[in-house]
């Protein structure tokens, strides 16, 4: 497996306060990871560390296999952040093929950036007349230049709308799939839980947990729902059979360990025709970032 990034121990302090303490963690050639963290857990001072924008104060930092800021690392790693800003008098065709240039590239390359992220359109128009939805995409297209290895993304679908949204995971997918590692901070949880493929997360500069979304819902342990609507006639009938389930409109709701599940499963199946529907409801990725975040008193 090869690593376009891996941190080892690394810890950062800010006039006496630790904003990094012993963080580890990889990302492999083709990965999509999620860092997630309410704001002060360290996402943009790991970011920073990453980009070689700041130093470090331990630990080890491995960016496409050099170090942070260096040549190498410079050349292989794209950062888009949250809020970009470009000059409003410029074209997106005018301000792409500016950054072309400045990496020694061809600049008649602009056009065919801006289409890939779906701006072909609005190339020739000035960057002041662009929504924030755009101006990020725009964001984005200077961030693929150079086919880099590693893509650093800050809050990347902020303004966009959702088939946007849905349209710029489409081209991270793409990009996944070529081979590029991304590791994008997102609060748009929901977002992330189907489109990335493990998921990291800090809390008061701490690594509290890190896996797929599999192996954290195991680490949590938190309960599954079991959503229960009893034949019309039935009610009274599937209720006294689920001991320990409420009732929530319509519906039996039946919260369980997820040893237990099977079993509850087993006696729901056995109810027959007198349960017309059953959904489950396994913990959200939400519901998995406040157990970590909070989990001994963090």
Same mark, same amino acid.
């Given at each position: ?41 360290? @996402? ?64 008649? @390359? ?121 034949? @019309? ?15 929530e409109g ?10 237990? @599940?099977?079993?509850?499963?087993a006696r ?10 059953l959904e ?19």
């Amino acid at each position: 497996m090869t690593l376009t990034l891996k941190l080892s121990r690394l810890t950062k302090t800010y006039q006496g306060v630790q904003a990094l303490s012993d963080v580890t963690l990889s990302v492999a050639a083709g990965e999509r990871v999620a860092l997630l963290g309410h704001n002060g857990a360290g @996402k943009s001072t790991m970011m920073k560390i990453i980009l070689g924008l700041i130093p470090h104060d331990s630990g080890e930092v491995v960016v496409t296999g050099a170090a942070p800021g260096s040549a190498v690392a410079r050349q292989n790693v794209a950062y888009l952040p949250e809020n970009v800003a470009f000059h409003p008098a410029l074209t997106g065709v005018e301000q792409i093929a500016s950054y072309l240039r400045l990496r020694g590239e061809d600049p008649s @390359k602009a056009a065919s950036l801006l289409d890939r992220v779906g701006l072909h359109a609005a190339g020739r128009r000035r960057i002041g007349t662009y929504s924030k939805g755009m101006r990020q995409r725009v964001g984005l297209a200077q961030a693929l230049i150079g086919q880099p290895k590693l893509l650093v993304l800050d809050e990347p679908t902020s303004g966009l709308d959702p088939v946007s949204r849905r349209d710029f995971y489409a081209l991270l997918d793409g990009l996944a799939a070529e081979g590029a590692s991304i590791l994008l901070s997102s609060h748009a949880l929901t977002e992330v839980e189907a489109r990335t493929d493990r998921i990291l997360i800090l809390s008061k500069g701490r690594m509290v947990a890190q896996g797929t979304l599999g192996d954290l819902r195991r680490d949590a342990a938190l309960p599954v729902v079991l959503q229960v609507i009893p034949r @019309k006639d039935a009610e009274a009938e599937v209720a006294a059979a689920l001991p320990g389930a409420t009732p929530e409109g319509a519906a039996l709701v039946l919260p369980c360990a997820q040893d237990d @599940k099977l079993a509850a499963l087993a006696r729901i199946v056995a109810l027959g025709d007198r349960v017309a529907d059953l959904e489950v409801l396994p913990p959200s990725l939400e519901d998995i970032y406040s157990h970590f975040s909070h989990r001994d008193g963090q």
